[in-house]
């Protein structure tokens, strides 16, 4: 009996799992990362199919598919769940999973004890937090500590949006741009892999990526950052309006989603659907039977 074990090799060897190493080399090479959002196991099977390298359960999902008006509200398990079904529909790609607004402020315990939830409940590979601010940094450190990769994120934060005054770009003057530098440093230094850049000019992100060692993932921050990320439904188009001015939309799949229900709403109401092929068939004598009975009773 042949001692030699059934070895599978990769077709293509992008397609082995993405790890931290990979993504560190890849900045090493200049490769850009791709990176997109995720919430579900139809999208995370589109990513996946797709072969991206990062997909973030964003808490932009509250917005994407729950349906809230921003991402203050979404709830720890209600992420989760999400989580969890996105690591359902993928195989290779390094899964990044976002802390929810007030699931990591309180406390270094806090901010532990939830990354922990994500990497053993979902299957995450690491954990995003918003904001370079001293609580960030340090919660990004406990968690660090813990073991666990932490991405940070500046510039445009969500979750604080009220406080920078509404969804708009940061760093345009020279204090807010050396405040961006400032923020991704520490962050850094606190022991990040990695740090989003959202919604800051072009030249500043070009000029923070030269201070930092770790990835770097634009968006809305120009082309000078390692990777670059987007929202899965706005550059699916699964929604109404275009989104922010560094939207691409790539498709237009709500309009598409529209159609199609419009279109089978339409057939069920002439009669069209169902047809003949979509029905089961009963044995005439079978059916005789039962008629007989249904007569009978
Ligand atoms: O929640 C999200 O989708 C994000 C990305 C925009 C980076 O944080």
Redesign the pocket.
């Known amino acids: 009996m042949s001692t030699m074990r059934n070895i599978t090799v990769p077709a293509d060897a992008s397609r082995l799992p993405v790890t931290l190493p990979r993504l560190a080399e890849k900045k090493r090479l200049g490769e850009p990362v791709v990176?997109v959002?995720a919430y579900d196991y139809p999208s995370a099977l589109a990513v996946d199919k797709a072969g991206v390298d990062v997909v973030?359960?964003?808490?932009?999902?509250?917005m994407?598919v729950l349906g809230y008006p921003s991402?203050v509200a979404v709830e720890l398990d209600e992420l989760l769940v999400l989580a969890k079904a996105v690591r359902r529909g993928l195989t290779t790609p390094f899964m990044v999973a976002?802390l929810p607004f007030g699931s990591y402020e309180v406390s270094d315990e806090q901010a532990v004890t939830t990354a922990f939830r994500f990497i053993k409940e979902s299957g995450a590979d690491a954990v995003?937090l918003?904001g370079g601010g001293e609580t960030s940094v340090a919660r990004a450190r406990a968690i660090v500590n813990a073991g666990i990769p932490v991405m940070g994120?500046v510039g445009l934060?969500?979750q604080t949006s009220t406080a920078l005054g509404g969804y708009r770009a940061q760093g345009r003057t020279a204090e807010a741009a050396a405040e961006v530098a400032r923020q991704s440093i520490a962050l850094q230094d606190a022991g990040c892999f990695s740090v989003?850049f959202?919604a800051i000019p072009s030249a500043v992100a070009e000029a923070v990526c030269e201070k930092l060692d770790i990835l770097v993932?634009g968006?809305g921050a120009g082309p000078a950052p390692d990777g670059q990320?987007?929202?899965f439904h706005d550059l699916l188009g699964i929604r109404e309006g275009r989104g922010a001015r560094f939207v691409q939309r790539y498709a237009d799949i709500l309009d598409e989603m529209v159609a199609g229900v419009g279109a089978y709403a339409d057939d069920v109401r002439a009669r069209r659907y169902p047809g003949p092929d979509h029905g089961y068939s009963i044995p005439d004598e079978e059916l005789a039977t039962f008629r007989k009975t249904l007569a009978d009773a």
Do not use: F, R
Request: glycine residues 8%.
């Open positions: 990176m959002t973030l359960v964003g808490d932009s999902g509250a994407t991402t976002d995003k918003e994120h934060t969500p989003v959202e993932i968006i990320v987007l929202v």
